[in-house]
């Protein structure tokens, strides 16, 4: 009788669980050394060690798992980014820069992260342009939320300053990651806070 469980003792929900992570895994480390371009469901499921079929029963396509992996960065990202500021002192500037610091040490503290939410978001193509406009979006939404309404007035200005903040950290760290000799953090920390500055008059 059919118990549901294999030799491991593991459920075929566990056992799904169990070959995403390890696709996941995987694909972490391989999207963001041979690129995504060069890696092959094949690649990964040696990688993972699970069979091609299997690979199917846990994503659609190699571009649904580099979707996967790349929201994952970015959830991670956004929670280690929210809990700094949450623990900044009460004003937007201690907030906005305790953020800009949480992100790039964060971010460059695998890596593997950097490269996948940086350099190969825009090797892969159409298949990551709405996730990676969400991904936009939400860190804009958040600098927008940090220092609230400009004393101007002007509408729109503050998200589009935003918008251009997010920018000009994603340049910064797509420099440090195609950089031959890579630039210490706490110089592009020192430039994205500089920027702040002089968009948002602080």
């Known amino acids: 009788m059919a118990t549901g469980r294999d030799y491991r003792g593991m459920t075929a929900e566990q056992r799904l669980a169990d070959r995403r992570e390890r696709l996941l895994s995987a694909a972490y480390t391989s999207f963001a050394g041979v690129g995504f371009t060069a890696t092959t469901i094949?690649?990964?499921?040696?990688?993972?060690?699970?069979?091609?079929?299997?690979?199917?029963?846990?994503?659609?396509?190699?571009?649904?798992?580099?979707?996967?992996?790349?929201?994952?960065?970015?959830?991670?990202?956004?929670?280690?980014?929210?809990?700094?500021?949450?623990?900044?002192?009460?004003?937007?500037?201690?907030?906005?820069?305790?953020?800009?610091?949480q992100y790039i040490t964060f971010v460059t503290r695998d890596i593997r992260r950097a490269r996948i939410m940086h350099l190969e978001v825009r090797r892969a193509g159409d298949i990551l342009t709405a996730h990676r406009q969400r991904a936009v979006g939400d860190f804009t939404q958040m600098i927008e939320e940090t220092v609230g309404d400009l004393p101007d007035g002007l509408?729109?200005?503050?998200?589009?300053?935003?918008?251009?903040?997010?920018?000009?950290?994603?340049?910064?760290?797509?420099?440090?990651?195609?950089?031959?000799?890579?630039?210490?953090?706490?110089?592009?920390?020192?430039?994205?806070?500089?920027?702040?500055?002089?968009?948002?008059?602080?």
């Open 42 to 101: 094949e690649r990964l499921c040696a990688a993972a060690r699970i069979s091609n079929r299997a690979f199917y029963e846990c994503f659609t396509s190699r571009e649904d798992l580099m979707r996967a992996v790349y929201d994952r960065c970015v959830g991670e990202t956004l929670l280690s980014v929210a809990k700094a500021i949450g623990e900044a002192p009460p004003d937007p500037e201690s907030k906005i820069q305790a953020g800009i610091r």
């Open 155 to 202: 509408p729109g200005r503050t998200h589009l300053l935003a918008l251009g903040m997010v920018g000009a950290i994603q340049e910064l760290l797509i420099e440090w990651v195609l950089a031959d000799v890579q630039p210490p953090l706490e110089h592009l920390i020192e430039a994205a806070v500089h920027i702040f500055r002089r968009s948002f008059g602080s």
